[in-house]
């Protein structure tokens, strides 16, 4: 069961039938001027991007969707917004299959279904002039399908699709309203009560907090012990050597 969603105030969509990545086509269309926050869908990718330079497939039917946010606000207050992002596309799986069963967080912010990766954002900075003036969150989400298995990096999240573990079948387009929908809500309390209560509800959510991860980054990993997420959003982990702060990693449960 789904529930009635509308359009937020104040922002715009594009719906495109096929595109590169709408990460590109979000840095065209803020070059040539956009002032509003403005949510590009794309029913198709043909060169689409994940995390650390990785490729992302998109199988027929599922979601893809790069925000504009044009802002004023310095860089690590924009890098703020992957928790925001990450909130909101966990509510709009809620919103859309009706069920919060199997749905957790993975730092940084990949949604999980029943474990595997239901979603992933891709957030960048956009520039005018030299200068940060905005974001481009990329979001994709397995809607419809899984991408191809031989994809999968060894010791990596598989994914999982929607539909087949809750029998939801979600247009794209109907997503991308509650998608924007949970995004206005949590840019909202971002705005005015700051990223503690953003980083609280990631909390709750949060995949094997106060479990022993793996963190890689490049080629070191660090093992420890999930503990939190501090105010800046790095991921906090209590190891053999002490407290660490981990501000860019992958991780391996
Ligand atoms: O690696 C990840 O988990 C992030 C995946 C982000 C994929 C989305 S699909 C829409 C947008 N356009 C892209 O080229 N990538 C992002």
């Avoid at 899984?146 to 994914?159: G, M, T």
Wanted: proline share 5%.
């Amino acid at each position: 069961m789904t529930q009635a969603t509308v359009w937020p105030e104040g922002h715009d969509r594009v719906i495109l039938t096929e595109i590169d990545s709408t990460l590109d086509e979000a840095q065209r269309r803020f070059a040539q001027g956009v002032s509003r926050p403005t949510w590009i869908l794309a029913l198709n990718q043909t060169a689409a991007r994940g995390r650390r330079g990785r490729a992302w497939a998109m199988p027929a039917g599922n979601f893809a969707t790069t925000l504009i946010l044009p802002t004023g606000d310095p860089t690590d207050r924009i890098a703020l917004r992957s928790f925001t992002t990450s909130l909101a596309l966990f509510d709009a799986c809620v919103a859309a299959t009706g069920r919060v069963e199997g749905l957790t967080l993975k730092w940084p912010n990949d949604v999980l279904l029943n474990g595997g990766k239901l979603a992933g954002i891709l957030l960048e900075t956009l520039q005018k002039g030299g200068r940060v003036c905005g974001a481009s969150i990329g979001v994709g989400v397995n809607l419809a399908a899984v991408p191809a298995i031989d994809s999968l990096e060894p010791r990596a999240v598989p994914p999982v699709a929607l539909a087949s573990v809750t029998g939801a079948l979600v247009a794209p387009e109907e997503f991308l309203t509650f998608l924007a929908a949970a995004f206005a809500r949590y840019e909202t309390q971002f705005a005015t009560y700051g990223f503690e209560p953003i980083r609280r509800a990631w909390l709750d959510r949060a995949a094997h907090l106060g479990n022993d991860i793996t963190a890689r980054t490049g080629t070191s990993e660090t093992r420890g012990r999930f503990e939190t997420i501090d105010a800046t959003g790095q991921l906090i982990l209590t190891t053999d050597a002490g407290r660490q702060a981990i501000a860019a990693a992958d991780i391996y449960f």
